[in-house]
């Protein structure tokens, strides 16, 4: 009997090992700088893995993150990602960078979620007002205003926003647990969808009339992220 109990336990533990990963799994390898050429190359994590006796430098560089980005847009921020895309070197190492500037009076990072990340973030200037909701049925709403030096963290998955209820520029830098985290802004995904969701789904799920949905439906959503 004991025997048959310890062979369940195993198959169960078995079966539940490949969902207790909650972020990009650890590389095997020192790294593994991602290129386009599968020639030669092997496939790790969406990308193909040049050889690391070709690898340089500029694999695991990039430049630009002082310069301050231009925030004259309909939400009044702009983000600046340094993930995968930019260098290829943090393929495998779950870990990625981003800058965002904040118009005075304002500028808003949209109200967003990254699937695959956990994001810190730190205000370098500005005064932000930043949180998040959590997940239902509390959709408890956790918020914190940040001066210059501050640092909030934005659980995986959860919609999350920053906001400049300053006079001047905000600045701020973050830090994300995933190589590509991805961005889900909930405006734009809702309402600015390709194809457009049926606006009866949308009258339903917000308790809107019709012609305000498609009014909604109709305007340029903004991605800044």
């Not at 005075?104 to 990072?109: A, D, E, I, K, S």
């Not at 909701?133 to 998955?157: A, E, H």
């Not at 789904?201 to 009014?215: P, R, T």
Request: charged residues 15%; hydrophobic residues 45%; aromatic residues 10%.
């Amino acid at each position: 009997m004991k025997t048959a109990h310890f062979i369940l336990v195993f198959c169960l533990l078995a079966l539940a090992s490949p969902f207790a990963y909650a972020s990009d799994p650890s590389p095997l390898q020192d790294f593994c700088v991602a290129i386009n050429d599968p020639k030669d190359a092997v496939f790790v994590n969406g990308k193909f893995c040049k050889d690391p006796k070709l690898a340089k430098a500029q694999d695991f560089y990039y430049s630009g993150l002082n310069i301050p980005r231009n925030t004259s847009n309909p939400v009044g921020s702009t983000v600046t990602p340094v993930n995968v895309a930019q260098i290829p070197g943090l393929n495998t190492l779950g870990i990625s960078l981003v800058r965002i500037d904040y118009a005075p009076n304002g500028g808003l990072n949209a109200p967003h979620t990254h699937p695959r990340a956990t994001e810190i973030l730190v205000v370098v200037e500005g005064t932000l007002y930043v949180g998040f909701v959590t997940s239902n049925t509390d959709n408890r709403l956790i918020t914190k205003v940040l001066y210059p030096g501050d640092v909030f963290v934005f659980p995986i998955g959860l919609i999350h926003f920053q906001f400049n209820v300053g006079k001047t520029n905000a600045v701020a830098f973050a830090a994300l647990s995933s190589q590509n985290p991805g961005v889900i802004t909930v405006a734009n995904a809702v309402f600015g969808s390709n194809p457009s969701i049926n606006p009866d789904v949308l009258v339903k799920a917000f308790q809107l009339d019709k012609n305000v949905v498609k009014n909604l439906q109709s305007k340029f959503w903004w991605a800044n992220n």
